[in-house]
């Protein structure tokens, strides 16, 4: 990234970050009137994970440059990863202003609006998505996530996004969980006795103890739910500007039950209850 913004790396690919190949969703290099260094300050404080100040400079340069939607993108995500999800949706629907046909491959958008309890939107986000990338088994454990809050887990199930071609670990395993064919035991146990080698191996279990929080979160039990959640923080080996990194730790913060980890900055989900221009609720 030389003397200029590209999109942040976790528009990239759909919740990447091992073993699936980088795919760009759009070669986009946009000049901006911003100084230099300003940029490269927010893009390292981004990556540094000093999300409140890689925000603060990549305002600054949308005030000069309203367009930027490399800066937007910066403000959308790292909002996300501190906890901020109601300015991290106005900066993705900035973007889908911006450039309309950048809106499926937005899933980090429907992740902020899973945790905004904007759950129709959320589900149109994820189903949005899905026409873009049609195996990934996170699309639709996030869509499933959504729709169970809307009409009830049992009846969530029968439209359960069905996903052959995810071979990732332990994928196969977390879409039987979602699906009620699995168990808790088969994601852990798939993970951990899997061979492989060293990040990839951290990968696989956080990855586990990630979807278990999630899959505990969805029938009510959150004791274990927080339980993996501050399991997947702690063993959390994806660099700080990779947005599903912060995932787990972003829901410790928005159930309150953040551990000596949590960022200052968060705030509160429900402060952000109203329809988005594209709910049809």
């Not at 073993?19 to 893009?43: F, G, K, R, Y």
């Not at 945790?115 to 899905?130: I, L, M, S």
């Not at 879409?175 to 699995?182: N, S």
């Not at 959390?236 to 829901?251: E, I, T, W, Y």
Request: net charge neutral.
């Amino acid at each position: 990234m030389q003397h200029c913004f590209l999109l942040i790396q976790t528009v990239l690919c759909f919740f990447s970050g091992w073993e699936t190949p980088v795919t760009s969703i759009e070669s986009i290099t946009i000049e901006t009137t911003s100084p230099q260094d300003l940029e490269q300050t927010a893009l390292a404080d981004f990556q540094e994970g000093n999300y409140a100040k890689a925000v603060e400079h990549a305002q600054k340069i949308i005030k000069q440059k309203p367009k930027s939607l490399p800066a937007v993108m910066l403000v959308a995500d790292a909002s996300f990863m501190m906890g901020n999800v109601k300015q991290s949706i106005e900066s993705y629907d900035r973007i889908i202003e911006l450039k309309p046909q950048l809106e499926p491959q937005l899933w980090q958008r429907g992740l902020a609006l899973y945790y905004a309890e904007r759950f129709q939107d959320g589900k149109e986000q994820f189903e949005t998505h899905q026409s873009y990338n049609t195996q990934d088994v996170e699309n639709a454990v996030w869509h499933l996530l959504c729709n169970s809050k809307i009409v009830g887990l049992e009846k969530a199930r029968e439209s359960f996004i069905p996903i052959t071609k995810d071979r990732r670990v332990p994928m196969k395993q977390i879409h039987q969980l979602f699906g009620g064919t699995g168990d808790v035991k088969d994601v852990l146990a798939a993970a951990s006795t899997t061979p492989a080698l060293g990040r990839t191996k951290a990968i696989q279990i956080y990855y586990a103890h990630l979807y278990t929080g999630l899959y505990y979160d969805m029938i009510g039990d959150q004791a274990k739910s927080i339980a993996e959640m501050r399991k997947a923080a702690k063993v959390n080996p994806l660099s700080k500007d990779l947005l599903m990194g912060r995932v787990a730790d972003v829901h410790l913060m928005i159930r309150k039950a953040s551990g000596p980890d949590s960022h200052p900055d968060a705030t509160d989900s429900k402060q952000d209850k109203t329809p988005s221009r594209r709910s049809k609720n």
